[in-house]
């Protein structure tokens, strides 16, 4: 069953603009992780967020995160046709060592 | 390329049929996770293995097992395949088994039950 829920399920933009993505979750997290992935292809890791961390960023990308309020963001900066993927939140918790995915966020970013 | 390597990429079979999948977790990491990816159901997590021990079990059938050998490799046997476990098959390994690290993912395999 999905953990995290993402919000919106699609976008689309033009190139240079900001992306922002939002993700829910219900229970409560060691962490919170943001995947991209292409067409049919692996995800690759972008982000990890800990419990105890507010805001994070990583190049282009920013990511927060709201315990009591059970969310995340992502942030992508200045975006380019090459960040057009699909967007993932993913949370670990528990004894556990597997991630929850949420369904996605499908970003398309126009030239 | 996250290190991690899955073979085949893609297998196309019948119903009633088995197959193996296998995967190669990054140098030095413990941990394999399997997950399932369909359009329906999104992406789930099916087992984990740490050091050649089941360490956890999500929505995997029965019709399906698994195992990581002393290498650390790991196989998926799916067996009396249906319609719907068509699929993409990831594999994913992180370092150890707990949730404070992050996994790299394998290129997938592409199942197709004809």
């Known amino acids: 069953s999905q953990q995290g829920e993402e919000d919106p399920q699609a976008l689309s933009i033009q190139e240079g603009e900001n992306a922002t993505m939002n993700c829910s979750y219900k229970t409560s997290i060691n962490n919170l992780q943001w995947y991209r992935q292409n067409s049919g292809r692996g995800l690759v890791h972008l982000i990890l967020?800990?419990?105890?961390?507010r805001e994070k960023h990583s190049g282009r990308l920013r990511v927060t995160l709201d315990t009591s309020k059970k969310s995340s963001s992502l942030l992508i900066t200045a975006s380019r046709a090459a960040d057009t993927a699909s967007y993932f939140c993913a949370t670990g918790g528990g004894s556990q060592g597997n991630l929850i995915f949420g369904k996605g966020t499908k970003l398309s970013v126009k030239p | 390329d996250s290190g991690v390597t899955q073979t085949p990429k893609h297998l196309i079979t019948a119903t009633g049929q088995r197959v193996t999948l296998r995967c190669s977790p990054r140098s030095g990491d413990l941990s394999v996770y399997w997950y399932q990816q369909s359009l329906d159901q999104g992406l789930q997590f099916l087992i984990q293995y740490y050091n050649g021990e089941e360490r956890a079990k999500g929505n995997i059938l029965e019709r399906f097992s698994a195992q990581q050998f002393p290498d650390l490799h790991s196989e998926l046997n799916l067996s009396s395949l249906e319609l719907g476990d068509s699929a993409l098959y990831f594999c994913?390994?992180?370092?150890?088994?707990?949730?404070?690290?992050?996994?790299?993912f394998g290129p997938g395999t592409r199942l197709t039950v004809t």
């Open positions: 994913a390994s992180s370092v150890v088994g707990e949730p404070l690290y992050e996994q790299y």
């Open positions: 967020i800990r419990s105890n961390e």
